[in-house]
């Protein structure tokens, strides 16, 4: 993607509610961003979604990407409302105030715009996020070579770095991780296959009597 900040690493180790993560790392202090890059960002976001219908089918999409798709739509709303990113709207404002409601502010409160240009804004959201996904989507069929590879990698060491990454977007088998010892992963097989093997205590049987 055009002016995105590169990737450094990837990992489908869950932390906390994300089941893996992609992680960017700025390759210099930014203090406003483009168009351009917000558009990157905002197909960077569908590469998860778009990858589970291309390979599973749209009925075995899951929820995994929740918190893409809500990081996206929150930047397309940005882009319309505050930013003034979109010819059809202007460079206007049209956020209203988010704060807590209390004590009734909620009858107090005045509508700041029309019903016409409330669904104008959501019609420009959608079509900035449909535009992203769509382009996510050929991306990723026009790459499923390099798609494999990386799940192929990841499945095989859990996580990646930017020298991995790199010869993945070159066509080529990465070599092993700093550190990597291909007998630890064995190890790690044979007992995850012997502990599924033995014998387990039953639950929930009758109390010995005493």
């Known amino acids: 993607m055009p002016e995105h900040d590169p990737v450094y690493k990837v990992s489908i180790i869950p932390r906390g509610r994300a089941l893996g993560i992609t992680m960017f790392l700025p390759e210099e202090d930014k203090y406003s961003i483009s168009v351009l890059q917000l558009e990157s960002q905002l197909a960077s976001l569908f590469g998860g979604r778009v990858a589970e219908e291309i390979v599973f089918g749209s009925e075995n999409v899951t ?41 009734g502010r909620s009858v107090t409160q005045h509508k700041q715009m029309s019903d016409d240009t409330a669904r104008l804004i959501d019609e420009e959201v959608r079509r900035i996020v449909e535009a992203a996904h769509h382009r996510a989507l050929d991306l990723v069929k026009s790459n ?67």
């Open 63 to 103: 929820t995994g990407a929740s918190n893409d798709i809500e990081r996206a739509t929150g930047i397309a709303r940005n882009m319309v409302t505050k930013w003034g990113l979109t010819e059809k709207l202007g460079p206007l404002t049209y956020s209203e105030d988010e704060d807590e409601i209390f004590l």
């Open 144 to 210: 499923l070579d390099l798609l494999h590879l990386m799940a192929d990698a990841l499945m095989r060491y859990e996580t990646i770095d930017s020298s991995q990454i790199d010869q993945i977007m070159q066509g080529h088998e990465p070599d092993p991780p700093e550190g990597w010892n291909e007998s630890d992963s064995d190890a790690s097989s044979e007992a995850n296959a012997s502990d599924t093997d033995e014998e387990r205590p039953t639950i929930g049987g009758p109390a010995e009597q005493v």
